[in-house]
């Protein structure tokens, strides 16, 4: 741990020489380049309004044409029980979405950081916790926390859309997952809200960062998938 993170504190570590970081755009960009090598096709904004099962294939409605596929494979992320349910199915699950906020450490602070630095993670909470992530650019992550959004796109702390809320406040899962975890849920909209309280979390591996090394950073949106029972599924 010393040698490879002098400034990261720790009881041990363990060094996952695997493990690495991509840039991502990049390589979304390189597969829709070999689908389309070996004679696929990618449609955008053809948006699904009805799935319909046949004995052997399934046909596609959408607001460009229709298309008749052997195999549909359902990815659409924070939207993929609204796609299920397009086919008729009714899963005993619905998608969260829980929003990860993250700093950035300013460019003159980048030196305490060298690599990607991970906590242990809590197995019963299906998050990594917060931890630093250097990038492709070298810009290096700090976070995230998970506070749940009243968005399905709720990038921004205060969007809200009233849709999305309603669904999720009528699911008998949603008051489960509140009880087994309102303290972890208040923990996260703590550090969400208090700058200070966010620093604490980093400095129990770093110590030496202060919230002056820190500046505003992007955000994500996790599709987490909640089962009726309250369980949040990995």
């Known amino acids: 741990l010393r040698e490879l993170e002098p400034h990261a504190r720790g009881v041990q570590a363990l060094h996952s020489s695997a493990t690495g970081i991509i840039d991502f755009r990049s390589v979304v960009e390189k597969?829709?380049?070999?689908?389309?090598?070996?004679?696929g096709t990618i449609l955008t904004k053809a948006k699904i309004s009805r799935l319909v099962n046949r004995s052997k294939t399934c046909l596609v409605v959408t607001t460009l044409e229709n298309y008749q596929a052997s195999l549909v494979i359902n990815c659409a992320g924070l939207f993929a029980d609204r796609v299920a349910a397009l086919s008729g199915i009714s899963p005993d699950l619905k998608i969260f979405p829980f929003r990860g906020e993250y700093y950035a450490i300013k460019p003159e602070s980048r030196y305490l950081v060298k690599n990607l630095i991970y906590p242990v993670p809590d197995p019963q909470f299906p998050f990594l916790g917060v931890h630093f992530t250097r990038e492709m650019d070298g810009n290096i992550e700090a976070g995230p926390n998970a506070v749940l959004a009243f968005a399905r796109e709720g990038y921004r702390k205060l969007q809200f859309d009233l849709k999305d809320s309603w669904e999720m406040v009528s699911y008998p899962g949603f008051w489960r997952m509140a009880q087994k975890y309102w303290r972890q849920g208040f923990q996260e909209?703590?550090?969400?809200?208090?700058?200070?309280?966010?620093?604490?979390?980093?400095?129990k591996l770093v110590p030496s960062v202060t919230s002056s090394d820190l500046m505003p950073g992007d955000a994500g949106v996790r599709a987490m998938a909640l089962h009726q029972n309250g369980d949040l599924l990995d």
């Open 189 to 203: 909209y703590y550090r969400s809200l208090n700058k200070l309280a966010f620093v604490r979390t980093l400095q």
């Open 31 to 39: 597969l829709a380049e070999v689908i389309q090598r070996q004679g």
